[in-house]
């Protein structure tokens, strides 16, 4: 099968989406299919590499905005009509891609709708009150990808309910759920010693991810246990601001900055080492962070928001909080801090959730069924 897709995430990835893209691509790739990905690239002509036999295109992005989608389909249609001869089928990933000019068949996947994402924003900032700008263009784009789509999947059931917004109801949508490398996530690797007890995040320093709600958890917790720390581990627009939180309350080491980390050996061990893994989000998809820290068999706390309610069962692989709630957060910590006989129970519970449903064999598998379904009826 040759698959073509098609995604406005950054590859080498550094989010959630991007790695959704490139760990579908891997797996197809290694079971034997031709995959190509088109992303966004700079000003220059499209720029084409192979990474582990998957063949990756950066085609030209102007940062127009709010019509920089548009801008950049017209490269991308243009590719696509060399590509076509050597394509199947093309599977788009949403949000900010545009409906193809193509008469091959198309499947897309919501990672999120931009009404439900933007919804859940505060205009508070630059930031957030540009994004909510750009929800009229965005909804519009994606009215004419769903409408023409040969296929909608969704990666929560949450994902799912809120396309009722775009006219699509639940018969309409499958959802495939995230997926993980369960070998290289594992509770088997090395560890750091020197490591202090800590609980960690990982995700992108942006709006909706409750950033502001951990740093006050954080300040509820360290006169409790003063060997406690917070790693946070991730970049984005809100770095700076979260860097001032945590000097406004006195938080210099016990709430660390990590950046980026690209090393995924070096993330799976800062999993492994977490006391617990603290998922503080207002909205959410489902997050692969939560899914790798589930694999690496630790005990996490997560907000009740998209797809962690697809996920966790409440006291049996984790601990679900209410939103915006820090005082909460800090209770669920302090219960696993407490009980270790809970913290290994939840984190083994994990792994075998992870395992049964969310590696990317079985996600992978999901996929190749639906391709397969949309070639024989197109």
Known sequence: M?????????????????????NLARFLTSSGHMVQV????????????????????????????????HFHSLFVNRLLRKLEPQTDLLHLHSPLVMRPKTDLPYLVTVHTPMRADVGSLQPNTPLSLLAKLQVPVSFRIEMGLFSSADSITAVANSVAMELSDYGLNSGQVTVMANGVDTQSFSPNGSLNPALQRYCLTVGRLGPRKGLEDLIHCARLLVGLFPDLHFLIAGSGPFAGQLGAAISKYGLHGRVK?????GDRAQLADLYRGATAYIHPAHYEGLPTVLLEAMACGRPVVSTAVGGALDVIENGHNGLLVPPKAPQSMAAAIVRIIRNPGLAKKLGSAARRTVERRYSWEVVGHHYLKEYQKLLVEA
Do not use: D, N
């Open 257 to 261: 900055l990590l950046g980026h980390i």
């Open 38 to 69: 088109i992303t966004r690239g700079g000003l220059k002509a499209p720029y084409r590499q192979l990474s582990e036999g998957v063949t990756i295109w950066q085609v030209t992005f102007l940062p127009l905005y709010p019509f920089h989608v």
């Open 2 to 22: 040759r698959v073509c897709m098609v995604t406005s995430a950054a590859l080498p990835p550094r989010e959630g989406m991007g790695f959704y893209v490139w």
